[in-house]
T-cell receptor
Framework: DGGITQSPKYLFRKEGQNVTLSCEQNLNHDAMYWYRQDPGQGLRLIYY???????QKGDIAEGYSVSREKKESFPLTVTSAQKNPTAFYLC?????????????FGPGTRLTVL | QKEVEQNSGPLSVPEGAIASLNCTYSDRGSQSFFWYRQYSGKSPELIMSIYSNGDKEDGRFTAQLNKASQYVSLLIRDSQPSDSATYLCAVNRLNQGGKLIFGQGTELSVKP
């Protein structure tokens, strides 16, 4: 099955902890994205990566970090510097060439700070 | 002014009616426009993409684009209770590859 997987589905973090959210895709897509969604709001871009070993900050990158060591994987770390991390986190990817701006989403990870 | 604006709703329509969802955007140079459906607690799924002025139909869904007026709409014909969801409008960012800007979404409720 081709697709985008995110794990875990639910994640609980204590104050001051760093946590890492996984995003994997086997669609051979070049670009990958991380978004945050708060209740009743749209998606806000955290980080994105268009090729391996390269990534750029989105609109709300503070308190987050990413890596892109493999084409298939784009993990997101929520650091203790992120003051309000409770949210729904969505990973997306886009193919290259035609349709390169059509984003497909994984199932999401719901992070709650205890 | 928000870059992409949608009425948050909720928009309530009876089963079988036409639901009309609207979206306006501020970047006149935007070229790609998308509608996503998001059920409660789930991730967004792509319904339609549209790139040219006019209408694009796919089953019960019709996307309409008017670049001169900077709006894009989604019509859902013969609305079903299963269409009840939040609909997100997304617009590409000019000269920024695949980056999209999302509206806050319109909640649609279809009443049996």
């Amino acid at each position: 099955d081709g697709g985008i997987t995110q794990s875990p589905k639910y994640l609980f973090r204590k104050e001051g902890q760093n946590v890492t959210l996984s995003c994997e895709q086997n669609l051979n897509h070049d670009a990958m994205y991380w978004y945050r969604q708060d209740p009743g709001q749209g998606l806000r871009l955290i980080y994105y990566s268009q090729i391996v070993n390269d990534f750029q900050k989105g609109d709300i990158a503070e308190g987050y970090s990413v890596s892109r060591e493999k084409k298939e994987s784009f993990p997101l770390t929520v650091t203790s510097a992120q003051k309000n991390p409770t949210a729904f986190y969505l990973c997306a990817s886009t193919p290259s060439g035609a349709g390169a701006d059509t984003q497909y989403f994984g199932p999401g990870t719901r992070l709650t700070v205890l | 002014q928000k870059e992409v604006e949608q009425n948050s709703g909720p928009l309530s329509v009876p089963e079988g009616a036409i639901a009309s969802l609207n979206c306006t955007y501020s970047d006149r140079g935007s070229q790609s426009f998308f509608w996503y459906r998001q059920y409660s607690g789930k991730s967004p799924e792509l319904i339609m993409s549209i790139y040219s002025n006019g209408d694009k139909e796919d089953g019960r869904f019709t996307a309409q684009l008017n670049k001169a007026s900077q709006y894009v709409s989604l019509l859902i014909r013969d609305s079903q209770p299963s269409d009840s969801a939040t609909y997100l409008c997304a617009v590409n960012r000019l000269n920024q590859g695949g980056k999209l800007i999302f509206g806050q979404g319109t909640e649609l409720s279809v009443k049996p």
